[in-house]
Protein backbone atom coordinates (compact mmCIF):
# COMPACT_ATOMS: atom_id res chain seq x y z
CA UNK A 1 0.00 0.00 0.00
CA UNK A 2 1.10 2.86 -0.91
CA UNK A 3 2.34 5.59 2.01
CA UNK A 4 0.57 9.05 1.57
CA UNK A 5 1.49 12.33 3.54
CA UNK A 6 -1.98 13.02 4.55
CA UNK A 7 -1.49 16.44 6.98
CA UNK A 8 -2.88 19.39 5.12
CA UNK A 9 -1.36 22.92 4.00
CA UNK A 10 -4.25 24.30 6.82
CA UNK A 11 -2.57 22.57 9.42
CA UNK A 12 0.94 23.42 8.10
CA UNK A 13 0.28 27.25 8.37
CA UNK A 14 -2.03 27.26 11.06
CA UNK A 15 -1.75 30.20 13.76
CA UNK A 16 -1.34 27.24 16.36
CA UNK A 17 1.39 25.23 14.67
CA UNK A 18 3.32 28.87 14.05
CA UNK A 19 3.05 29.90 17.66
CA UNK A 20 3.81 26.24 18.70
CA UNK A 21 6.97 26.56 16.35
CA UNK A 22 8.08 30.13 17.59
CA UNK A 23 8.01 28.38 20.96
CA UNK A 24 10.59 25.85 19.99
CA UNK A 25 12.99 28.31 17.99
CA UNK A 26 13.72 31.19 20.26
CA UNK A 27 14.64 28.92 22.84
CA UNK A 28 18.55 30.07 23.78
CA UNK A 29 18.06 32.86 20.92
CA UNK A 30 16.03 35.37 22.95
CA UNK A 31 18.90 37.57 23.22
CA UNK A 32 19.76 37.61 19.47
CA UNK A 33 19.33 41.30 17.87
CA UNK A 34 17.03 40.01 14.87
CA UNK A 35 14.99 37.62 17.38
CA UNK A 36 14.25 40.53 19.51
CA UNK A 37 13.26 42.51 16.62
CA UNK A 38 10.84 39.93 15.37
CA UNK A 39 9.90 39.24 18.64
CA UNK A 40 8.68 43.06 19.66
CA UNK A 41 5.88 42.77 17.20
CA UNK A 42 5.45 39.21 17.83
CA UNK A 43 1.84 38.76 17.31
CA UNK A 44 1.59 41.33 14.33
CA UNK A 45 4.90 38.97 12.85
CA UNK A 46 2.97 35.96 12.92
CA UNK A 47 -0.50 37.14 11.59
CA UNK A 48 1.56 38.50 8.62
CA UNK A 49 3.27 34.92 7.70
CA UNK A 50 0.03 33.00 8.29
CA UNK A 51 -1.94 35.81 5.85
CA UNK A 52 1.20 35.54 3.42
CA UNK A 53 0.90 31.62 3.38
CA UNK A 54 -3.00 31.79 3.40
CA UNK A 55 -3.11 33.80 0.30
CA UNK A 56 0.06 31.69 -1.19
CA UNK A 57 1.98 35.60 -1.66
CA UNK A 58 4.55 34.02 0.47
CA UNK A 59 8.15 34.71 -0.69
CA UNK A 60 11.17 33.25 0.92
CA UNK A 61 13.76 35.47 1.73
CA UNK A 62 17.45 35.74 1.01
CA UNK A 63 20.37 34.46 2.86
CA UNK A 64 23.58 35.63 5.21
CA UNK A 65 26.47 33.69 4.75
CA UNK A 66 29.54 32.99 6.77
CA UNK A 67 32.53 30.42 7.22
CA UNK A 68 33.06 27.73 9.66
CA UNK A 69 35.71 25.61 10.51
CA UNK A 70 33.95 22.32 12.12
CA UNK A 71 36.34 20.58 11.52
CA UNK A 72 36.46 21.55 7.84
CA UNK A 73 35.95 25.18 5.98
CA UNK A 74 32.09 24.95 5.45
CA UNK A 75 29.46 27.60 4.20
CA UNK A 76 26.87 28.25 6.32
CA UNK A 77 23.75 30.21 5.09
CA UNK A 78 21.16 32.05 7.77
CA UNK A 79 17.60 32.97 6.74
CA UNK A 80 15.96 35.67 8.12
CA UNK A 81 13.45 35.06 11.53
CA UNK A 82 10.64 35.15 9.77
CA UNK A 83 12.14 32.28 7.58
CA UNK A 84 13.44 29.95 10.24
CA UNK A 85 9.99 30.37 11.81
CA UNK A 86 8.58 28.77 9.17
CA UNK A 87 10.87 25.74 8.50
CA UNK A 88 10.17 24.94 12.28
CA UNK A 89 6.27 25.10 11.26
CA UNK A 90 6.84 23.14 8.05
CA UNK A 91 9.22 20.30 10.21
CA UNK A 92 7.10 20.12 13.18
CA UNK A 93 4.28 18.78 10.63
CA UNK A 94 6.32 16.52 8.30
CA UNK A 95 9.23 14.72 10.57
CA UNK A 96 6.85 12.63 12.05
CA UNK A 97 5.52 11.28 8.75
CA UNK A 98 8.97 10.68 7.21
CA UNK A 99 11.24 9.78 9.81
CA UNK A 100 8.77 6.59 9.92
CA UNK A 101 9.64 5.39 6.52
CA UNK A 102 13.54 6.28 6.89
CA UNK A 103 15.48 2.60 7.37
CA UNK A 104 16.56 2.19 11.25
CA UNK A 105 20.16 2.74 10.51
CA UNK A 106 20.03 6.12 8.80
CA UNK A 107 21.59 8.28 12.04
CA UNK A 108 21.96 12.05 11.25
CA UNK A 109 19.70 15.00 12.15
CA UNK A 110 16.92 12.50 13.36
CA UNK A 111 15.13 11.96 17.14
CA UNK A 112 16.93 9.08 19.09
CA UNK A 113 19.61 9.18 16.50
CA UNK A 114 23.17 11.16 16.03
CA UNK A 115 26.48 10.30 16.20
CA UNK A 116 27.09 8.20 19.57
CA UNK A 117 24.03 5.94 18.65
CA UNK A 118 26.02 5.24 14.98
CA UNK A 119 28.99 4.57 16.49
CA UNK A 120 27.88 2.09 18.70
CA UNK A 121 25.59 0.56 15.56
CA UNK A 122 29.00 0.23 14.30
CA UNK A 123 30.46 -1.33 16.95
CA UNK A 124 27.48 -4.26 16.93
CA UNK A 125 27.53 -4.67 13.10
CA UNK A 126 31.67 -5.37 13.48
CA UNK A 127 31.26 -7.55 16.02
CA UNK A 128 28.64 -9.92 14.19
CA UNK A 129 30.52 -9.93 10.71
CA UNK A 130 33.78 -10.89 12.73
CA UNK A 131 31.95 -13.50 14.66
CA UNK A 132 33.55 -12.11 17.76
CA UNK A 133 36.45 -11.01 16.33
CA UNK A 134 37.29 -14.46 15.00
CA UNK A 135 36.96 -13.65 11.41
CA UNK A 136 38.28 -10.96 9.08
CA UNK A 137 35.75 -7.78 9.08
CA UNK A 138 36.09 -5.50 5.63
CA UNK A 139 34.64 -2.08 5.65
CA UNK A 140 33.46 -0.64 2.16
CA UNK A 141 33.11 3.50 3.41
CA UNK A 142 32.04 6.33 1.14
CA UNK A 143 31.94 10.25 1.20
CA UNK A 144 29.81 11.74 -1.15
CA UNK A 145 31.25 14.99 -2.37
CA UNK A 146 29.76 17.99 -1.94
CA UNK A 147 26.69 16.67 -0.16
CA UNK A 148 24.72 19.71 0.85
CA UNK A 149 25.39 21.94 -2.79
CA UNK A 150 24.44 19.06 -4.87
CA UNK A 151 20.99 18.02 -3.52
CA UNK A 152 18.98 18.09 -7.10
CA UNK A 153 15.49 20.44 -6.38
CA UNK A 154 13.41 18.39 -9.27
CA UNK A 155 14.68 15.59 -7.89
CA UNK A 156 14.01 16.74 -4.57
CA UNK A 157 10.55 17.54 -5.31
CA UNK A 158 10.09 15.05 -7.80
CA UNK A 159 10.17 12.44 -4.83
CA UNK A 160 8.42 14.53 -2.52
CA UNK A 161 4.98 15.15 -4.95
CA UNK A 162 5.39 11.25 -4.52
CA UNK A 163 4.66 10.98 -0.79
CA UNK A 164 2.50 14.11 -0.58
CA UNK A 165 -0.95 15.12 -2.33
CA UNK A 166 -1.47 18.51 -1.26
CA UNK A 167 -0.30 20.74 -4.10
CA UNK A 168 -0.07 23.76 -1.16
CA UNK A 169 2.32 21.91 0.41
CA UNK A 170 4.56 21.22 -2.85
CA UNK A 171 4.15 24.71 -3.79
CA UNK A 172 5.42 26.23 -0.28
CA UNK A 173 8.07 23.42 -0.13
CA UNK A 174 9.29 24.27 -3.52
CA UNK A 175 9.38 27.96 -2.43
CA UNK A 176 12.03 27.02 0.18
CA UNK A 177 13.34 24.61 -2.05
CA UNK A 178 13.92 26.95 -4.60
CA UNK A 179 14.56 29.76 -2.17
CA UNK A 180 18.38 28.89 -2.15
CA UNK A 181 20.84 27.67 -4.84
CA UNK A 182 24.85 26.57 -5.13
CA UNK A 183 24.20 26.34 -8.66
CA UNK A 184 21.21 26.58 -10.92
CA UNK A 185 18.14 24.11 -9.89
CA UNK A 186 20.80 22.47 -7.37
CA UNK A 187 21.67 23.23 -3.84
CA UNK A 188 20.22 23.34 0.06
CA UNK A 189 21.83 25.26 2.42
CA UNK A 190 23.71 24.44 5.26
CA UNK A 191 22.18 25.30 8.53
CA UNK A 192 18.44 25.14 7.52
CA UNK A 193 16.13 22.88 10.17
CA UNK A 194 14.48 21.63 6.76
CA UNK A 195 17.36 20.95 4.99
CA UNK A 196 18.71 18.20 7.54
CA UNK A 197 15.27 16.76 6.92
CA UNK A 198 14.87 17.41 3.14
CA UNK A 199 17.99 15.52 2.81
CA UNK A 200 17.28 12.52 4.56
CA UNK A 201 14.32 12.60 2.39
CA UNK A 202 16.43 13.15 -0.97
CA UNK A 203 18.72 10.05 0.23
CA UNK A 204 15.93 7.46 1.44
CA UNK A 205 15.66 6.05 -2.27
CA UNK A 206 19.02 5.32 -1.88
CA UNK A 207 19.18 3.51 1.65
CA UNK A 208 16.19 1.76 0.77
CA UNK A 209 18.14 0.22 -2.62
CA UNK A 210 21.24 -0.79 -0.72
CA UNK A 211 18.77 -2.43 2.18
CA UNK A 212 16.69 -3.84 0.14
CA UNK A 213 17.64 -4.27 -3.44
CA UNK A 214 21.42 -4.80 -2.94
CA UNK A 215 20.33 -6.96 0.42
CA UNK A 216 23.21 -5.32 2.56
CA UNK A 217 22.37 -6.12 6.42
CA UNK A 218 25.25 -4.14 7.77
CA UNK A 219 24.85 -0.66 6.38
CA UNK A 220 24.57 2.66 8.40
CA UNK A 221 25.01 6.01 6.56
CA UNK A 222 25.46 9.32 8.85
CA UNK A 223 24.85 12.40 6.49
CA UNK A 224 26.91 12.21 3.28
CA UNK A 225 29.33 9.02 4.95
CA UNK A 226 28.35 5.69 4.54
CA UNK A 227 29.75 2.21 5.66
CA UNK A 228 29.01 -1.66 4.65
CA UNK A 229 30.36 -4.18 7.00
CA UNK A 230 30.51 -8.01 5.10
CA UNK A 231 33.53 -10.50 5.69
CA UNK A 232 33.68 -10.72 2.11
CA UNK A 233 35.82 -8.20 0.27
CA UNK A 234 35.37 -9.40 -3.21
CA UNK A 235 31.34 -8.98 -2.83
CA UNK A 236 31.65 -5.40 -1.48
CA UNK A 237 34.34 -4.68 -4.20
CA UNK A 238 31.27 -6.17 -7.27
CA UNK A 239 29.08 -3.58 -5.20
CA UNK A 240 30.93 -0.17 -5.70
CA UNK A 241 29.75 0.29 -8.58
CA UNK A 242 26.21 -0.24 -8.86
CA UNK A 243 26.12 1.74 -5.91
CA UNK A 244 27.98 5.09 -7.60
CA UNK A 245 25.94 4.58 -10.26
CA UNK A 246 22.45 4.81 -8.65
CA UNK A 247 23.94 7.96 -7.13
CA UNK A 248 24.91 9.13 -10.49
CA UNK A 249 21.75 8.47 -12.25
CA UNK A 250 18.72 8.62 -10.08
CA UNK A 251 20.25 11.21 -7.69
CA UNK A 252 22.80 13.21 -9.12
CA UNK A 253 25.45 12.88 -6.64
CA UNK A 254 28.58 11.70 -7.01
CA UNK A 255 31.46 9.45 -4.69
CA UNK A 256 34.57 11.79 -3.39
CA UNK A 257 37.19 10.54 -5.18
CA UNK A 258 39.58 10.01 -2.87
CA UNK A 259 37.25 8.66 -0.31
CA UNK A 260 36.22 5.12 -1.43
CA UNK A 261 38.15 2.25 0.03
CA UNK A 262 37.90 -0.83 1.35
CA UNK A 263 39.56 -2.32 4.13
CA UNK A 264 39.84 -4.41 7.18
CA UNK A 265 38.78 -3.10 10.16
CA UNK A 266 42.16 -4.52 12.10
CA UNK A 267 43.78 -1.94 10.41
CA UNK A 268 42.11 1.05 11.59
CA UNK A 269 38.63 2.02 10.12
CA UNK A 270 37.67 6.19 9.89
CA UNK A 271 34.27 6.73 10.54
CA UNK A 272 32.72 9.69 12.35
CA UNK A 273 35.39 10.98 14.11
CA UNK A 274 36.73 8.02 15.50
CA UNK A 275 39.34 5.23 13.69
CA UNK A 276 37.60 2.17 15.15
CA UNK A 277 39.67 -1.05 15.44
CA UNK A 278 38.31 -5.00 16.61
CA UNK A 279 38.16 -4.24 20.27
CA UNK A 280 38.64 -0.67 20.79
CA UNK A 281 38.15 2.58 19.22
CA UNK A 282 40.46 5.92 19.40
CA UNK A 283 40.00 9.39 18.63
CA UNK A 284 41.29 10.67 15.08
CA UNK A 285 44.53 12.69 15.30
CA UNK A 286 43.04 15.57 13.74
CA UNK A 287 39.75 15.51 16.30
CA UNK A 288 42.37 15.65 19.36
CA UNK A 289 44.44 18.61 17.75
CA UNK A 290 41.50 20.51 17.76
CA UNK A 291 39.98 19.64 20.86
CA UNK A 292 43.38 20.75 22.88
CA UNK A 293 43.24 23.59 20.80
CA UNK A 294 39.97 24.93 21.49
CA UNK A 295 40.44 23.58 25.22
CA UNK A 296 43.81 25.91 25.46
CA UNK A 297 41.84 29.38 23.81
CA UNK A 298 38.61 28.36 26.52
CA UNK A 299 39.47 26.76 29.38
CA UNK A 300 35.97 26.76 31.27
CA UNK A 301 34.05 24.07 32.68
CA UNK A 302 31.91 23.99 29.86
CA UNK A 303 33.97 23.53 27.28
CA UNK A 304 36.32 20.96 29.56
CA UNK A 305 32.78 18.84 30.41
CA UNK A 306 31.60 18.95 26.50
CA UNK A 307 34.68 16.96 25.73
CA UNK A 308 34.79 15.06 28.34
CA UNK A 309 31.27 13.53 27.44
CA UNK A 310 32.93 12.66 23.94
CA UNK A 311 35.58 11.29 25.17
CA UNK A 312 33.03 8.93 26.84
CA UNK A 313 32.14 7.36 23.91
CA UNK A 314 36.00 5.71 23.36
CA UNK A 315 39.46 4.50 24.52
CA UNK A 316 40.50 7.85 25.87
CA UNK A 317 41.75 7.42 29.29
CA UNK A 318 45.32 9.05 28.90
CA UNK A 319 43.02 12.07 26.83
CA UNK A 320 40.80 12.64 29.84
CA UNK A 321 44.05 12.78 32.12
CA UNK A 322 45.10 15.91 30.22
CA UNK A 323 42.11 17.28 29.84
CA UNK A 324 41.09 16.80 33.78
CA UNK A 325 44.76 17.95 34.50
CA UNK A 326 43.79 21.52 32.64
CA UNK A 327 46.00 21.19 29.47
CA UNK A 328 48.94 23.36 29.91
Known amino acids: MKIVFRHSFEKIISIENILEAWKEFVKGKRN???????????????LELHSDLENQTYQHGGYKAFRINDPKPRSIHKASVRDRLLHRAVYRVLYPFFDKIFISDSFSCRNDKGTHKALNRFRSFAYKVSKNNTRTCWVLKCDIRKFFENINHDILLEILNKYIPDKNIIWLLEKIIRGFSSKPNTGLPLGNLTSQLLVNIYMNKFDQFVRHKLK??????????????????????????????????????????????????????DFLGWVHFPDCRILRTTTKTRMFKRIKESPIAETLNSYLGLLKHGNTQKIKNLVCGGIR
Open 32 to 46: KKDVREFYSGLMDNI
Open 216 to 269: VKYYIRYADDFVVLLDDKNWLEKKIEPIRNVLTKNLKLEFHPDKVFIKTLASGL
